[in-house]
């Protein structure tokens, strides 16, 4: 089979925060405890409770930002609960997922794991079962510099100097289980908390980023009509987008459903595009970002009873990159999303198992993306075949995005061979540039789209170099079945400047 791809230099589509390959990390299952966190007394290597191998591979995957503490778990969950001395802490009830809640990793041990992994922080506040006091007193304790109840309570933690956290949600899944709320009740609460919540903008750099739950289009429309004359208070609007429910397990599934999951990547780029066309036609002197704050794979095997925990597959991985290729084109509105989650619950990046660690077919595929952060995005055409989903959706055999580096002098591009059966010869047509040097180009791939890692076999689907040759402005890739191919090449940026 064959394709080709066309990368225009000419056409930037928007510079790619960073943020929009971000994680999500909720107290459910062993996505905290066992996994980020094992206390400073575990026989398992720790930096003050922070598990140091997890925290080591989110730092090797450079994380932009992670979002905590949830999630439904958000919404009954009162910060005070995990602050202050260990031995004054008392153990809560996880409302929502069913188990106990010790609080032994709180907001001071959460902002200590971003600076070790070198992320931002994205905090969700209390809105279903909380007060704007409560709200407003957390920013405080983060991010205030004077010297008041809340920071002495900061400092008396040992940490001195403001945490600086910008990126906050007013709730999460309002309309759900934050409260079960209408759209113009949430509206009314969302008007609340965001209008004292900006009275401490000085307290960080650029302002408080304030993100409000959304929804489906009906909830949106309702939400942001209400929000009329007070849209200066929302900064980004979230979505929660999760697919995958048809299959039993990320192992178990037909040929049928694996192109319903690619199939999926269009469903999720049309739901992205109508909430871009809503927040422009509300608000076109000022631009709202989109919050994919809740993205991924969920399959049945993945219940509350076990912790949502669910095995991650090669096929996963090809979701992903084809999701973040759609992500990437669409970089001018949406300004974040954080996949669910990150270690061993849903589609997670880490699997852990008491002292072993799995790095996922997922983190790898974030791996590869590294290059494209802070890039810009540029015009990528596909010309290829289609198949037909069980939907009716025709999938693209090829999924592609194509970013140029800060200092212009280098491009990324991705390309995800979605065929079971077929490899791909690409030919990449580069408009605008000659192509320099030799590619650094490496394949994501193995024998079955099922292959996954383990514990037994931690290297079953993990990056390896592969060769791309090099044309005059364009270059020639061939792409196994079943596979991610990111290649990043030197380009003469005198020719496009």
Known sequence: ??????????????????????????????CVYGGLWVGPNSPIPNEDGIRRDVAEALRELELPVLRWPGGCFADNYHWDWGVGPAA????????????????????NEFLRLCRVVGCEPYICLNVGSGTVEEALGWVEYCNSSQDTYYTRQRRLSGHKEPYGVRYW???NENWGCGGTMTPEQYAWEYRKYATYLRRMDDTVRGGLYLVAG?????????????????????????????????????????????????????????????????????????QIGLIVDEWGTWYPEARVTSGLYQQNALRDALYTACALNMFNRHCRQVAMTNMAQTVNVLQSMILTCGSQIVKTPTYWVYYLFRPHRGGTAL??????????????????????????????????????????????DVQVEIQGSQVRGRPEAWVLTAEDVRAHNSFECPEAVVPRETSVSTEGSGLRATLPPASVVSATLAIDERSWV
């Not at 925060?17 to 909720?26: K, V, Y």
């Not at 987008?241 to 040929?255: I, P, W």
């Not at 055409?381 to 999924?399: F, L, N, T």
């Open 379 to 424: 015009g990528c055409d596909v010309c290829v075949c289609s198949v037909a989903d069980s939907q009716g959706r025709e999938v693209p055999m090829v999924s592609a995005s194509a970013s140029r580096s800060q200092d212009g002098k280098s491009l990324t591009v991705t390309l995800v061979n979605v065929s079971l059966e077929e490899g791909v």
């Open 214 to 286: 959304g929804h489906t289009d009906g909830w949106n429309f309702r939400f942001l009509r209400e929000m009329r004359g007070a849209l200066h208070l929302v900064d980004g609007l979230s979505l929660h987008l999760y697919v995958g429910g048809y299959s039993a397990s990320a192992t178990d599934f037909t040929e049928e459903q694996y192109y319903r999951l690619m199939g999926d990547v269009i469903e999720m780029e049309t739901a992205v595009r109508r909430a871009v066309y809503l927040l422009e036609e509300v608000s076109p002197g000022r």
């Open 88 to 107: 004054t802490r008392q153990p809560r009830h996880n409302l929502w997922w069913s188990q106990p809640e010790p609080n032994e990793f709180g907001t």
């Open 1 to 30: 089979m064959d394709a080709q791809v066309r990368v225009d230099l000419g056409r930037e589509l928007g510079r790619i925060d960073p943020n929009i390959h971000g994680s999500f990390a909720e107290h459910l299952g062993r």
């Open 169 to 171: 949600g007013v709730g």
